[in-house]
């Protein structure tokens, strides 16, 4: 097995299976947040398309929950993974990869929280709560 080099020095033996590990585990964390955000995808997807009919209110807003719930272990497993990086490389991550998926989540869920708002059903069940 070959030696790593590091900053210009050989890393040999323990070391070198503890940077392997390491490097592994790195690899193990960045698929599980992209994985994350893959079915963060699908759950928007299948949102969007159960907001096409006002008929769907109730489930919109169990899914939405779903969603939420999700992006919570996205922003976990996004936390997990930068701990494997430098400082520069945390930086160009964020700008890179996570702020603009956070610009498209956040803007889902505000396009979702107006469908349920402006939704006919909602109007109709929240004036029917002032009365009661």
Known sequence: MEDIITDGAPV???KQGELLELEKRKKEAKNARKNKCAALTRKLN?????????V?????????QKYNDMFEEFNDLHKQ???FLSQEECTAD???????KLININEFKSKAEQWIQSCPVQQHLSSQSEFT
């Open 12 to 14: 040999e033996g323990e």
């Open 46 to 54: 299948r949102i969007t398309e159960l907001m096409t009919d006002t």
């Open 56 to 64: 769907n209110l109730h489930k919109v807003k169990e899914n939405v």
């Open 81 to 83: 993974y930068q701990q």
């Open 94 to 100: 964020t700008d890179q990869w996570y702020e603009p």
